[in-house]
């Protein structure tokens, strides 16, 4: 497996009795690249995500994650990761800073090391006035910018995010994907499952997933031409409407 390649999967099968919900998927993610994850609802794109962030356990196939093998070492995997799911995974009742405190210890983080990355995100985020205030009282774009920071607080090389921009205004979302490319920057690697099309146009990479199968993935540029579309919303589209279930 080549240096750069931080997510694997071969032939990754999980079958719940009868119903196969992801049928052998193939696909590498490369380290730094911002992987689109996408699918209409019942593709099976977030059971692939459930086993890819140790979870869930695959019926057959292979896949390794930050170099974790996802049937001997899921723990390893879920210490070596970043998720925000689409309730922004935030506990409201505690302040933004005791958030951050509570998720730097999950992960064995140092008292100084907790404190310096509390700050250094409190002042990112221009939350200097809320920081001792409860999560519960911020309005929705900040509590989804804050959900992103805590979920790579402890620097892992991979964060997993489950449709994380549901529900806000255009213009917060695009704040939020500035925050997405500077962790790309930094050499974390992005995994994002989303309804936005627009946002799929974001990503280094995407793949479309139809009825538990991989029915495409390129470069949104790519998939533009080779579908003849004049958005990824249109191909998204035309390989949606060959799915046969549905949620």
């Not at 992987?35 to 019942?42: H, M, Q, S, V």
């Not at 774009?141 to 620097?155: C, D, P, R, T």
């Not at 964060?159 to 806000?168: Q, S």
């Not at 974390?188 to 099309?197: A, L, R």
Request: aromatic fraction near 10%; charge should be neutral.
């Amino acid at each position: 497996m080549s240096n750069d390649i931080i997510i694997s999967a071969t032939k990754l099968t999980k079958r719940f009795g009868h119903f196969t919900a992801v049928d052998e998927i193939t696909f590498d993610v490369h380290k730094g690249e911002i992987f689109g994850f996408l699918g209409a609802n019942g593709a099976g794109k977030t059971t692939a995500m459930r086993m890819l962030c140790g979870l869930s356990m695959p019926t057959s196939g292979k896949a390794s994650v930050a170099g974790f093998d996802v049937y001997k070492h899921n723990e390893d995997i879920k210490k070596n990761i970043g998720y925000m799911s689409q309730k922004f995974s935030l506990y409201e009742d505690l302040t933004v800073r005791e958030n951050m405190q509570l998720y730097g210890g999950i992960y064995g983080k140092s008292k100084a090391f907790i404190k310096d990355k509390t700050q250094e995100i409190v002042d990112q985020l221009h939350l200097g006035n809320e920081a001792d205030k409860l999560v519960k009282s911020l309005p929705l774009g900040w509590k989804q910018k804050l959900a992103f920071s805590v979920a790579i607080f402890h620097e892992p090389g991979i964060v997993f995010l489950d449709e994380p921009t549901g529900g806000v205004d255009p213009v917060t979302r695009r704040e939020f994907w500035n925050m997405i490319y500077e962790a790309a920057d930094k050499g974390i690697t992005v995994f994002v499952t989303t309804h936005y099309m627009d946002e799929a146009e974001y990503c280094s990479r995407v793949s479309i997933m139809v009825d538990g199968k991989i029915e495409a993935m390129d470069t949104p540029a790519e998939l533009r031409k080779r579908y003849n579309a004049p958005s990824m919303d249109e191909v998204f589209l035309k390989l949606a409407r060959k799915a046969t279930r549905s949620e």
